[in-house]
């Protein structure tokens, strides 16, 4: 995705499926290159341990959400159960 070819506009959600070789440090970065790019939704779905993370823009952060199985996406419309 090239933010700045589609007239600066955000990706809405970004879906991160890591691998044995992602490190915590990367995810970090990650997350806060997601959050200065104004990305709304962010997740991280671990395919080994089946978890999902979830972050969510309040403002000019990311913030983790607590329950995931008690979060549904207003825009795309999906949980995970």
């Known amino acids: ?19 044995p070789s992602n490190t915590p440090m990367e995810m970090n970065r990650k997350r806060a290159y997601y959050r200065r790019h104004g990305v709304v939704e962010y997740y991280e779905i671990d395919p080994e341990s089946e978890e999902v993370a979830i972050w969510t823009r309040a403002g000019d952060f990311l913030h983790e959400v607590d329950d995931v199985t008690a979060f549904t996406s207003q825009r795309l419309g999906i949980r995970f159960d």
Do not use: C, I, M
């Open 1 to 19: 995705y090239r933010q700045w070819e589609e007239g600066d506009v955000a990706p809405f959600a970004v879906f991160e499926v890591l691998s």
